[in-house]
């Protein structure tokens, strides 16, 4: 999975109805052109492709470019768009091993998700790394020395050391989600599913 798919559903939504160039704009302003994939051209690339896919409805703005250029175009999510995104949050959330990116946009857009949903889902997300870990030491003999195996030793560190830090974290947020932090969907000041704004 790369992270664009999902930044730009997750703005759309949020949204509700934009152009393009909002779009572009949301994902510069979380910076997400600094850590991820998302290139001013590859969103309108996206959009585009997503609309092809029918994953959003595309209509010609009625009103001529002020700028002179060619039609603007409206997008906005279907049904199967929603799904698509809730799945693609849900499975980033979930994964123990997303690449960085991904997780990041997934992190970024976790407010998205019911509170319950998203302990839910992130509880899978701990349970794989405890078992992920379980499944390295248990092919190493009980008195083994990593530092003696030299670099195949520095790979098991390597995994140990992701799969521990990233249980910590999983469960660092599992917490704040349980003591009520974020504004999750269905929730006061939640930035879930504003109701489809004519863009401008």
């Known amino acids: 999975m790369k992270p664009l798919r999902l930044l730009v559903l997750g703005a759309l939504r949020r949204r509700g109805r934009a152009h393009g160039y909002q779009i572009r704009a949301d994902l510069e302003a979380w910076s997400a052109h600094e850590w991820s994939t998302a290139a001013s ?10 609309a092809g896919q029918g994953l959003l409805d595309a ?19 279907t049904e199967k768009g929603e799904r698509e995104y809730l ?23 976790i407010e998205d998700l019911p509170r319950g949903q998203a302990l839910q889902i992130l509880r899978t997300r701990a349970d794989a ?6 499944g390295i030491t248990a092919h190493l003999p009980a008195d083994t020395e990593l530092d003696t195996w030299g670099p195949v030793g ?10 521990d830090t990233g249980a910590q974290w999983t469960r660092r947020l599992i917490h704040r989600l349980e003591e009520g ?5 269905g929730e006061p000041g939640s930035p879930s599913r504003h109701p489809a704004q004519p863009a401008e």
Do not use: N, Q
């Open 41 to 50: 051209g590859s969103v309108y690339h996206a959009l585009k492709s997503m």
């Open 59 to 77: 209509t010609f703005d009625a009103d001529p470019s002020v700028a002179g250029g060619p039609p603007r175009i409206e997008y906005e999510l």
């Open 87 to 109: 799945s693609l949050l849900g499975r980033a959330l979930a994964d123990r091993e997303p690449r960085l990116d991904v997780l990041c946009a997934a992190v970024g857009l």
């Open 129 to 134: 790394m405890r078992d992920w870990r379980t």
């Open 154 to 163: 520095e790979v098991i560190s390597l995994w140990l050391a992701t799969a």
């Open 181 to 185: 932090d974020f504004s999750m969907a």
